[in-house]
């Protein structure tokens, strides 16, 4: 690829073609839109607006509809099942609480916080059982921090659409509430004292083993996402985070915290949310979610014209902080550099971005991330020579776009 | 104070005395909590929960609904009016779109973003009108930003309840859009350009004069807000957002911004968003928000029992980040330095807390912030002594909180 791709630093006008192109599409353009271009006023200004407090708990636009949770059609039930962030209709690193991806596995519970309990026992000095209201009164602190399905992709499912389809299992909050330690010494842990199960109280009771070392760790008990309590899809009224961990290890809706010298071997941690490697053996307690990233503008189902546009998407690796974003323009036969948005977070979503000048030739677009351990995201062929085709879970390839001559952007592996 | 009131550092034990009295109240307490209690399973574990795709844009638990925007009761009118965001219901620094304070001066218009432009006009080589798809092709920036409105509060408003009664005028987000000073060099400026007269596409066309340079620094065209596209509150499709200054200034529903050599000396920067002073002149384009705090926990309308507790707050100001937030807990008598949530972000809401041991003596709690240019916020009488009490906007004085001998939280002027 060329360096006339690139804007030069010095270059003062991105959209000289578009801005006239906006021009005479107006001029002769529909009606209803010269009619409120300015310095035509338009209707909604001849008319007093909608009342403070309309709605005391707001909504998007109604232009916004479309912009919703990606949920699967067809399904046989909906209790265990999955529904995806819109990462291409997004910008910035925060995902808004009412587009966080779900992943259930017993549906949804409508707890009362005045009723709900967290039990801590086991290998304990003094057992406990908390109210909300006594986990409130802890020390507390607040993290921006992505969380992610570990099955995002699955390997079969690299046939999606948009970027929701294939990674909108990944979203970003900023989450309040206590360190898992901090309550931990209250209880007072064993000299035995090697694992915690968690349990979650929905219709699944959801259990999990956390390492004993990841608990004294960066482990929180959170209430809170982006300022308000938790929603329920998030696990009202209290939830594990796990930084950087696959996503069902955050245990929802947690009430049980059992201190073990042994992992539970629980239905999450055998039968699934392992690893079948090419040689039949399987993987267990893949713990962290390495580095990934996707360019969510251009993506697929969206339509470009030739011109200047910017290039941005997401990186994350749950090792910790965004090194570099790489992104390819040519189908992967050169890499540039992206620019990473200040601040880059600890264990949170990176937003990247790249000018680009689109000739309008046919091609295929694609982002690496690196994270700060110097792991680079791999591609899908890299990947499978080493995990093979019978794993489901951590599959964390670059994602190709291809770009068609008439500016459609689709799924690179289609 | 004596310094018993702390902690010591190697303090395990937070709720000892907490957690007892919750296992007694459970073990005589209301038959509902004890059989939600583990190892009791609860009802809502029985039976299976809601669907995954239940809610597409989800909502807060039934059990949050009294957390809702602060409207005020009995106006005349509410299509020129605010309501507040619930500050002591909230958690980090981040507010949730659908709490975000609001300000209308002509009601909120319904705008369709197809048909919406932007205008730029006036001493530019080249005027543009731009559509929103247009906008979005620029190089795009997202920050962290707080926004609060110039009245917040007044000084007759003092004697509000909750800390929303009194500040809930500030709210905080992570907006994304393209640098002001971008789209202006598409246009292209002449060199008598002084300032921007930036208007809105509302019923009050809401009509604010910016200085040049603040449109050159750091001056954003936004369109998305915490992920998502603006809220129509909160100006949809486009609004500027100026980092650290009155509210009203960023105007939102942009449509036109006018490139001229003086101010509009509009209504909104004559009869109104003036400072009267003592003398009886007016202070006029006074736009930075100085440094302020607020404790959100305890708080007004709030109750506390004695014993371990968290004190926590915001702390924000228009002329940078914040250095520090000091606490008293005995009037005033003596300050103590609270602990800065990082990162601390430049003009963003920064969380403050500090560890607080309550002895059940009636006392007076505040707090008061520091920013980087070494401003101390001030108390009242300090504040009122420079300003007199003619004034209604940049009120930024210490606000005290009074804990009674009950543990009730009331407004310390009242």
């Known amino acids: 690829m060329s360096r006339d791709d690139e804007p030069p630093p010095a270059r003062r006008r991105f959209l000289a ?72 209709d997004l910008d910035g690193i925060l995902t808004p609480n009412g587009l966080f991806y779900e992943r259930h596995h ?39 921090y992505f969380l992610e399905c570990s099955g995002n992709p699955g ?28 309550v931990l010494a209250e209880a007072g842990l064993k000299p035995d004292a090697r694992w915690i199960v968690a349990e979650g109280a929905d219709a699944a009771a959801l259990t999990r083993s956390i390492p004993i070392a990841k608990c004294l760790d960066d482990a929180l008990l959170v209430y809170s996402q982006n300022g308000e309590r938790l929603r329920p899809q998030q696990g009202y009224p209290l939830r594990v ?47 962290v979610m390495e580095a990934k990233s996707i360019i969510t503008r251009p993506s697929g189902t969206q339509r470009i014209a030739p011109g200047f546009r910017e290039i941005t998407g997401l990186a994350w690796s749950g090792r910790g902080r965004i090194r570099g974003v790489q992104i390819s323009t040519d189908g992967g036969a050169s890499w540039r550099d992206a620019v990473l948005q200040e601040p880059v977070l600890n264990r949170a979503l990176t937003r990247f971005r790249l000018p680009w000048h689109w000739d309008g030739t046919p091609t295929t677009i694609a982002s690496r991330a690196i994270d700060e351990t110097g792991y680079v995201q791999p591609s899908f062929d890299a990947l499978t020579a080493v995990r093979g085709l019978k794993s489901f879970y951590h599959n964390n390839a670059v994602v190709p776009w291809r770009i068609g001559p008439d500016g459609e952007v689709t799924n690179g592996y289609a």
């Open 17 to 88: 073609q578009g801005a006239a192109a906006a021009a005479a599409a107006l001029a002769g353009g529909p009606a209803r839109a010269e009619e409120a271009a300015p310095p035509a006023v338009p209707e909604w200004m001849k008319i007093p607006g909608a009342d403070v407090g309309s709605q005391t708990y707001g909504r998007p636009s109604r232009f916004e509809d479309g912009v919703i949770r990606n949920v699967p059609q067809g399904l046989k039930q909906y209790i265990s099942a999955s529904s995806r962030t819109p990462l291409q």
């Open 106 to 144: 017993g549906g949804i519970p409508d707890i009362d916080p005045a009723r709900h309990r967290l039990m801590i026992h086991g290998l304990v000095e003094t057992p406990l059982i908390l109210t909300m209201e006594d986990i409130r009164r802890f020390p507390s602190e607040s993290h921006i």
């Open 155 to 182: 390997f079969e499912a690299i046939k999606g659409r948009t970027a929701s389809d294939l990674v909108g299992l990944v979203s970003c909050a900023e989450w309040t509430g206590v360190r898992l330690a901090t």
């Open 241 to 287: 985070l796990l930084p950087g961990y696959e996503g069902n290890m955050s245990v929802k809706w947690l009430r049980r915290l059992n201190v073990t010298a042994e992992p539970a071997y629980s239905r999450e941690e055998t039968s699934k949310y392992t690893d079948l490697m090419p040689d039949g053996t399987a993987r267990q307690f893949t713990f």
